[in-house]
């Protein structure tokens, strides 16, 4: 069974950091490339940034491009994103996915950490 485990969500201030983390099992982590997947309230799903299997080719949406570094450790089977200059906007639902082989989706997500940026 395919699981993700997102961790690491909570509140900050304007421009505060946090890092989600996302622990994998269940499949071979190394054999995909995975991705950070946002849902803000009243808004659609925003892809915010994709990583390769090897961890060495990186996607970032424009509204987080330097903001967001992606990152995974294969050896822990462990998705990460850290977030640093928080803005409001970035307040929304964070979901670990698994990328689908070839395709520009994600086939399956984790339960979603909660991010809240307000002062």
């Known amino acids: 069974e395919v699981r993700l485990v997102e961790s690491g969500g909570g509140m900050v201030q304007p421009g505060g950091s946090l890092r989600l983390s996302c622990a994998a099992s269940?499949?071979?982590?190394?054999?995909?490339?995975m991705a950070w997947v946002r849902q803000a309230p009243g808004k659609g799903p925003e892809r915010v940034s994709k990583?390769?299997?090897?961890?060495?080719?990186?996607y970032y949406a424009e509204s987080v491009e330097g903001r967001f570094t992606i990152s995974r450790d294969n050896a822990r089977n462990t998705l990460y994103l850290q977030m640093i200059s928080l803005k409001p906007e970035d307040t929304a639902l964070y979901f670990c996915?698994?990328?689908?082989?070839?395709?520009?989706?994600?086939?399956?997500w984790g339960q979603g950490a909660q991010v809240t940026v307000s002062s």
């Open positions: 269940g499949f071979t982590f190394r054999n995909y490339d």
């Open positions: 996915a698994r990328s689908i082989p070839d395709n520009n989706g994600e086939d399956y």
């Open positions: 990583i390769n299997r090897g961890g060495y080719a990186t």
